[in-house]
T-cell receptor, first 111, second 112 residues
Framework: KQEVTQIPAALSVPEGENLVLNCSFT??????LQWFRQDPGKGLTSLLL?????REQTSGRLNASLDKSSGRSTLYIAASQPGDSATYLC??????????FGTGTRLTVIP | DAGVIQSPRHEVTEMGQEVTLRCKPI?????LFWYRQTMMRGLELLIY????????DSGMPEDRFSAKMPNASFSTLKIQPSEPRDSAVYFC??????????FGPGTRLTVL
């Protein structure tokens, strides 16, 4: 069974700092990998989707990379802002639309 | 588009009662997913439908859980009878074929 791990579980950084969130998965046979953002008491917002054939995706200050062979993905956030504070989840999609989620990294950006 | 709509947003019930959660997917999407999120286990897929047909229900924890999708715009997740350990946030998501999934705001269920 696919297992997804996210490190660190929690991270606090001062505003303006660049940061990297890590995600690793045990089975490299994936269709895609998604990064989500979850705000307290709310649903999930999709940030970036990387297909298995891609190496990275960018959206604004966010950049996600995928190294399928090593089972790793990173989410890079440039020039962090207090509004970036949230829990970030990565999820890998295996066959049959099955998404396996990591436990998340809780990010706090300190003004 | 209003996105994925879930109701109710919060549900508090007593052990043994029947609970029905509702989901309206994004119009035009042909896949619908039910997830459960708990502190202990994180997010887990319970069941998903493709073109209104249940494809994989291996994540449904027990026979007390059942899900239906009578048409392309509506799905229900029912728990009967409910137990305190069912307390969690239940998310519905929809997608178009194998494209990215869009999540609803969730239903926070508390079973006393």
């Amino acid at each position: 069974k696919q297992e997804v791990t996210q490190i660190p579980a929690a991270l606090s950084v001062p505003e303006g700092e660049n940061l990297v969130l890590n995600c690793s998965f045990t089975d490299s046979a994936i269709y895609n990998l998604q990064w989500f953002r979850q705000d307290p008491g709310k649903g999930l917002t999709s940030l970036l989707l990387i297909q298995s054939s891609q190496r990275e995706q960018t959206s604004g200050r966010l950049n996600a990379s995928l190294d399928k062979s090593s089972g790793r993905s990173t989410l890079y956030i440039a020039a962090s802002q207090p509004g970036d504070s949230a829990t970030y989840l990565c999820a890998v999609e295996t066959g049959a639309n099955n998404l396996f989620f990591g436990t998340g990294t809780r990010l706090t950006v300190i003004p | 588009d209003a996105g994925v709509i879930q109701s109710p947003r919060h549900e508090v019930t007593e052990m043994g009662q029947e609970v029905t959660l509702r989901c309206k997917p994004i119009s035009g999407h042909n896949s619908l997913f039910w997830y459960r999120q708990t502190m202990m286990r994180g997010l887990e897929l319970l069941i998903y439908f493709n073109n209104n047909v249940p494809i994989d229900d291996s994540g449904m924890p027990e026979d007390r859980f059942s899900a239906k999708m009578p048409n392309a715009s509506f799905s229900t997740l029912k728990i009967q009878p409910s137990e305190p350990r069912d307390s969690a946030v239940y998310f519905c998501a929809s997608s178009l074929s194998l494209d990215e999934q869009f999540f609803g705001p969730g239903t926070r269920l508390t079973v006393l």
